[in-house]
């Protein structure tokens, strides 16, 4: 059966030729058969991929330069953080509805969509940041991070989907980790845009500079964003003419989930969005962590980047690594786990005091551990789709993963902000989060059906 039925054109371009098929030539492939890559994946994978980055960077947008907007809006940092938390909310409730829309309506139109709300969420911001200290702007800012949050949902979790539908074997796995990083990208940006674009009161409190710094930081990223999107409504069809691997070509099957695959999926899931979510919400606490050692917060921004910017290298090298040996994702996992267990334990005990050192010390351990903890992340969602395959699909199966994730992360976050002044029960967090699941990920027995059909790995599902 087919992949997903359409809902929408595939191209402004050529749609008519994609999705009948009649242009095989035009989409360099050679006819039907499966196993037959398009130059078109890697024009899909750049523009989804800078799609995610740049709802990433406009996500972090007030974070990097709170004082900025605290001087020119007169926000307090409570105010800023619930702006932040509007796109978590949002993002949660639209994970599974976006699952269903890619279900029913392929991949052009859900990205549209998004690419739509970003466009919305950066015209929105531009206003805003135009108006004076007043409640209004305040509300303005919310809105529009609810817009992005709606858009992040399905630019977190496609990467195994666009993967899936447009890559050969071979390739699925880096595919997958391009656009998971590329969330890591577009935050690390986040960081250096806006400190770089706006400048900070000057010491007589002139917010001049400040202001119109703003202005162009918010008409720049729109400007951004219209052109990906007028790129994705160019051309982004649905799926390829021809479908790169077998089973792209069957797609999912039309059997009842049965409970056994529902768990062996919720399961997977969990062992990955547990720690990725401890993570995340360890990062705000990391600038009172390096406090005591002396550190400034613009110092620790930059940490923050760095350590954001290697668990994008980390993503991309472990995907790769899955697609020079298939089947071997569940050792691959628990090799990130058990390193980033060491790598985050090293940062508690040095905090805590129970080894010497110092700031160099907890900014390479961190780093360490962000690689890690970021590179299972690509290796969970496929992980995910091969177990949660053939009876549940591909959007399904990843979105699952994606939802608990942003769910567990909220929890973090909000046990945070209501709880002890603290940081230290974070540290602990941290490093508990990957070290509890390695046992059971060890001794989880995984299979690779979807890999099976495809012609790979058929010995080591057995022996898994």
């Known amino acids: ?82 702006v932040e938390n509007s796109a978590n909310i949002a993002m949660l409730v639209a994970v599974p509805l976006s699952a269903l829309f890619v279900q029913q309506c392929g991949c052009r139109t859900p990205t549209l969509c998004c690419g739509a709300l970003l466009l919305f969420c950066s015209a929105l911001r531009c206003m805003s940041s135009g108006l004076a200290v007043s409640r209004l702007g305040l509300a303005v800012a919310v809105v529009a991070m609810t817009c992005n949050g709606l858009a ?35 935050q690390s940006f986040g960081f250096v845009l806006g400190p770089l674009v706006v400048p900070q009161p000057g010491v ?64 997977v899931s969990v062992v990955v969005s547990v720690p ?62 058990s390193l980033s267990a060491l790598c985050f334990g090293y940062f508690l005990l040095v905090v805590t005091g129970k080894l010497p050192g110092g700031a160099l010390a907890l900014c390479i351990s961190g780093s360490a551990g962000a690689f890690f903890v970021s590179g299972s992340y690509p290796l969970g969602f496929e992980l995910a789709v091969e177990t949660g395959y053939p009876s549940i699909p591909e959007p399904i199966a990843a979105s699952l993963l994606s939802f608990l994730q942003c769910l567990i992360q909220i929890l973090f976050l909000a046990a945070s902000f209501l709880g002890s002044t603290s940081s230290a ?26 890999l099976s059909v495809d012609g790979v790995a058929l010995d080591l599902s057995r022996r898994n």
């Open 276 to 337: 990725s979510a401890a993570f995340g919400a360890w990062v705000p606490v990391l600038t009172p962590n390096l406090a005591e050692f002396g550190i400034t917060e613009v110092e620790s921004a930059w940490v923050g980047c760095l350590m954001l910017l290697l668990g994008a290298l980390g993503g991309l090298a472990f995907g790769r690594l899955s697609d020079f040996f298939p089947g071997r994702l569940k050792e691959m996992l628990l090799c990130c786990l």
């Open 204 to 267: 007589d409190g002139s917010t001049d500079a400040t202001a119109v710094g703003l202005q162009r930081l918010c008409y720049g990223e729109l400007v951004m964003v219209a052109a990906t999107l007028a790129a994705v409504a160019g051309h982004f069809p649905d799926r390829p003419a021809a479908a790169p691997s077998r089973s792209a070509e069957e797609g999912p099957s039309a059997e009842t989930p049965t409970a056994s695959a529902v768990g062996r999926l919720v399961f």
């Open 152 to 186: 992040a949902a399905w630019l977190n979790f496609g990467g195994p989907v666009i993967s899936g539908i447009w890559f050969p074997v071979a390739e699925r796995g880096l595919a997958t980790a391009v656009i998971s990083a590329s969330t890591f990208l577009g």
């Open 425 to 450: 029960w974070m540290n602990w967090l941290n490093v508990l989060a990957s070290a509890s699941l390695i046992v059971p990920l060890a001794v989880f027995q995984v299979r690779y059906p979807r």
């Open 1 to 82: 059966m087919p992949l997903w039925p359409s809902c929408g054109q595939g191209s402004l371009l050529d749609s008519s030729n994609v999705q009948r098929g009649l242009s095989a030539e035009l989409c360099g492939a050679s006819g039907g058969a499966a196993g037959v890559a398009t130059w078109q994946r890697w024009w899909i994978l750049g523009t989804f991929s800078l799609l995610s980055v740049l709802q990433a960077c406009t996500w972090n947008f007030y974070g990097p330069i709170s004082v900025q907007v605290q001087a020119l809006q007169g926000w307090t940092l409570n105010e800023i953080a619930w």
